[in-house]
C-alpha cells in the first residue's frame, strides 16, 4: 500500500499550527478515508470538529480533550502515545510547506484509491523501489499534479466514452415537481432578506437575500463606506435611538455580520457606528463638544455595541486580493456563524495585480476575479454580500438611468452580481424637473439608479432618498422612472419587517431597551 507516514505527519501537524487551512474549501479538502490509521483518523477528526466549533486556535490538550468524550478514541490515542506523536508532529512541520506536503499527500491517496478500484498506476508511481524504472518513474511524480494523472487516465478513456455514453447528462423534471414547495416557502416569506435601511430600496430587491450579491456603486464622497457601514449595523443591532421620540427603540435585527474596510481606521468605522446608534453627527464625536445627554447617548450606545459584541466584526484589509477575501470571508463566517458580509468597495489594487502575476491579467480581468469570488462566495456559504465600487467620469454627465457602463475598471463586474445600482447626488437640473413631487417630501439629496433586480419586476428605476451622512440615517422618499415620473402604483408600505428573534430573545431586547429609556 502506499503510504508515506512522513507526509501525513506533516499534513496533520501544520493542521494544528494553522487549522484555518481548512476554511480553504478551494484549494484544500479532507476525508477521512485520507488517512491511513484509525488513530491519525481520530487526530484529523479532532483538528476538524474543534475549528469548526470555534476554535481558531488549537493545542495538543485540546485535541486529548476532544477524543476523551470518545472511550474508542480515548483508547487509540493512549495506546498510540498520542501526546508525544502530537508533540513530534507539531514540532518537526513546517506549515510553510503546507502545500508542497498536501500536494504529495492527496496525489498519494489518489493513486493508492485508483490501485484499490484496479487501475494500474506503475506509469506515476513505483513503490518497488528495486525495479528498473524505480527512480525515473518516482522522480517524474514528483512533478505530477493530481490533474496531471487525472487527465492521463481520462485521456485513455475518452475513445471508449465518445463511443459508449451520451454527449450530455441532463435532468428534467415536470413544472409540478416541488411547486408546492416553493409555493409555502414564498407565501411564508422565505424569500424575504432581513431589511436594511431605505424601505423602497428594500422592497425592490427584497431585503438583504442570503446567496445574492449586491454592488452598489458611486463616487468618492457620495456615501458608499456610510451606506455600508449603516446597513451593517441595521443588520447587527436591534436598538437604536428615535431623536423625534428622544427614545430608544427596537429598530434593526440581531443578525451576525462581517463588515470589510480598506481605507478607513478602526476608529473612523467604530464612530460612525456610534453615530448611527445615537442619531447624532458624527462630528460632535470628533470635536468633543458633547452636551450632558448627548454623553449619555453616547455612552449607551457604547453599551448597546458591547451587549453585541458578537455581532458585528470588522476586518480590515488594505489592499484586497482573491485568494485572501476567500480565506478571511470563509473563516470569520464558519467560526462566528455570519450571514452578512459588506466589503467597503472592490478596486485594483499592487497587491490584487502581483497575484496574478505572469499570467497577462488586464485590470479589469483581475476585478472580476475578485467579483466572481464574492459570488462564489455568496452560494458557497449562503451568503448576503454588499459591496461597492467607483464610477467614471460618465457618471456625471449620464441623464438616464445610470448602468454598469458606469462602472470603473470592469463594466464586466455585473454579470456577477444579483443586484446593480448606482448611487449619486441629484442634480440641479434633476430636482427642477421633480420640485412638484418634493412639495409633499424633504427634498433628496441621494438619488440610487437601480439597472439590475433579479429578484423583482423594478428596474431601471431611481429611488430619492434624504441620507443624514453625520449620522448615517436614510430615509426613501419616492421612486420614479426614467422619465422621472413617480411611479403611482409602486406598493408602499414601511420598512420590510422579517422578524428573527425566538421569543426568549425578543424579551432580552424588549427589556434591555427599557432599562436604556430608564437610565436615559
Not at 456610510?226 to 435585527?253: F, H, K, M
Request: aromatic content about 10%; overall charge negative; proline content about 2%.
Amino acid at each position: 500500500m502506499i503510504i508515506d507516514k512522513r507526509c501525513v505527519q506533516q499534513v496533520l501537524g501544520s493542521l494544528v499550527k494553522r487549522p484555518q487551512y481548512l476554511s480553504e474549501v478551494d484549494k484544500y479538502s479532507f476525508i477521512l478515508t485520507d488517512f491511513p490509521s484509525r488513530f491519525e483518523k481520530y487526530i484529523y477528526t479532532a483538528i476538524n470538529g474543534l475549528y469548526k466549533n470555534g476554535a481558531p486556535k488549537i493545542q495538543i490538550i485540546d485535541i486529548e480533550n476532544y477524543l476523551n468524550a470518545d472511550p474508542s478514541a480515548k483508547d487509540s490515542f493512549k495506546q498510540n502515545n498520542g501526546i508525544e506523536y502530537l508533540q513530534d508532529i507539531v514540532e518537526l512541520s513546517e506549515a510553510e510547506n503546507f502545500d508542497y506536503y498536501y500536494n504529495r499527500f492527496k496525489k498519494l491517496n489518489l493513486l493508492k484509491d485508483l490501485e484499490k478500484g484496479g487501475f494500474d498506476i506503475s506509469e506515476f508511481y513505483e513503490s518497488n523501489l528495486a525495479a528498473a524504472n524505480a527512480q525515473e518513474v518516482n522522480e517524474a511524480f514528483e512533478n505530477l499534479t493530481i490533474r496531471d494523472i487525472v487527465d492521463s487516465l481520462r485521456g485513455k478513456l475518452v475513445g471508449f466514452e465518445s463511443k459508449y455514453t451520451e454527449k450530455e447528462s441532463n435532468e428534467i423534471r415536470t413544472a409540478f415537481d416541488g411547486l408546492e414547495d416553493v409555493f409555502e416557502n414564498s407565501s411564508a416569506g422565505m424569500d424575504i432578506g432581513m431589511p436594511i435601511q431605505g424601505h423602497i430600496f428594500n422592497m425592490i430587491i427584497g431585503g438583504a437575500r442570503l446567496g445574492t450579491l449586491t454592488v452598489r456603486s458611486s463616487a468618492s464622497g457620495v456615501g458608499k463606506t456610510r451606506t455600508a457601514v449603516a446597513d451593517a449595523c441595521r443588520l447587527a443591532y436591534p436598538v437604536c435611538y428615535n431623536q423625534v421620540r428622544g427614545e430608544w427603540e427596537q429598530i434593526g435585527s440581531s443578525e451576525k455580520v462581517m463588515l470589510i474596510i480598506t481605507e478607513q481606521s478602526f476608529a473612523e468605522i467604530q464612530r460612525m457606528i456610534l453615530a448611527y446608534l445615537t442619531g447624532l453627527n458624527e462630528s460632535k464625536l470628533r470635536y468633543g463638544n458633547l452636551s450632558e445627554q448627548e454623553n449619555i447617548l453616547f455612552k449607551q450606545a457604547i453599551q448597546i455595541v458591547k451587549n453585541y459584541e458578537e455581532n458585528l466584526i470588522i476586518l480590515r484589509t488594505p489592499e484586497p486580493t482573491v485568494s485572501g477575501i476567500k480565506a478571511s470571508v470563509r473563516e470569520n463566517c464558519i467560526l462566528h456563524n455570519i450571514s452578512y458580509v459588506f466589503m467597503d468597495y472592490i478596486f485594483v489594487n499592487p497587491s490584487l495585480l502581483r497575484e496574478f502575476q505572469g499570467f497577462n491579467i488586464r485590470n479589469d480581468e483581475a476585478l472580476l476575479f475578485l467579483t466572481t469570488a464574492l459570488k462564489d462566495l455568496s452560494g458557497e456559504l449562503d451568503l448576503c454580500i454588499f459591496t461597492s465600487t467607483q464610477v467614471n467620469a460618465k457618471a456625471d454627465s449620464d441623464k438616464d438611468i445610470r448602468n454598469e457602463s458606469v462602472i470603473a475598471g470592469s463594466r464586466a463586474i455585473v454579470n456577477k452580481c444579483d443586484n446593480g445600482a448606482v448611487l449619486s447626488r441629484p442634480s440641479k437640473e434633476d430636482l427642477e424637473i421633480i420640485s412638484d413631487i418634493t412639495k409633499s417630501y424633504q427634498e433628496p439629496n441621494m438619488v440610487t439608479d437601480i439597472y439590475k433586480n433579479r429578484s423583482g419586476e423594478y428596474t431601471n428605476v431611481r429611488v430619492w432618498s434624504y441620507f443624514d451622512l453625520g449620522a448615517l440615517r436614510k430615509q426613501d422618499l419616492f421612486v420614479t422612472n426614467s422619465k422621472l415620473e413617480v411611479i403611482e402604483d409602486f406598493y408602499e408600505q414601511p420598512d420590510i419587517q422579517v422578524v428573527n428573534f425566538e421569543d426568549e430573545e425578543g424579551n432580552e431586547v424588549r427589556n434591555f431597551i427599557r432599562g436604556l429609556n430608564k437610565n436615559d
